[in-house]
């Protein structure tokens, strides 16, 4: 069963830019697609973040496309989210997630279609 350790959250000022990282455990990243989800306090989790298993396309949800950015470092196990310019709104519990597929598969950006999950880290940004 893949382990990921996820680390970066934490409480955060308006303004403010922050690195999640999301390190997998036991197993490689190589033949896997990568995301990252959020979900905020009462609502659904929602993707943000994708990148193909080949690192040549990433996608993100039109709401954020400006400020997150994917990354995946396969040699040390690990994916990121950059997020630039917080503000109250993306206060969420942010999880990493991979789903199975080939270089260039592009899974939706549904919680449906990952079948690991890290556990989640918080990034309440303060209002």
């Known amino acids: 069963q893949p382990h990921f350790v996820e680390s970066g959250g934490g409480l955060v000022q308006p303004g403010e830019s922050l690195r999640l990282s999301c390190a997998a455990e036991?197993?490689?990243?190589?033949?896997?697609?990568v995301a990252w989800f959020r979900q905020a306090p009462g609502k659904e989790r929602e993707g943000v973040s994708l990148?193909?298993?080949?690192?040549?396309?990433?996608e993100s949800a039109d709401s954020v496309k400006a400020r997150f950015t994917i990354s995946r470092d396969n040699a040390k196990k690990t994916v990121y989210l950059e997020i630039e310019s917080l503000k109250p709104a993306y206060t969420a519990v942010y999880f990493c997630?991979?789903?199975?597929?080939?270089?260039?598969?592009?899974?939706?950006?549904?919680?449906?279609?990952?079948?690991?999950w890290g556990q989640g880290t918080q990034v309440p940004v303060a209002s």
């Open positions: 036991g197993f490689s990243l190589d033949h896997y697609a």
């Open positions: 997630a991979v789903a199975a597929g080939g270089p260039e598969y592009r899974p939706i950006l549904k919680p449906l279609y990952f079948g690991y």
């Open positions: 990148m193909t298993r080949s690192g040549l396309t990433t």
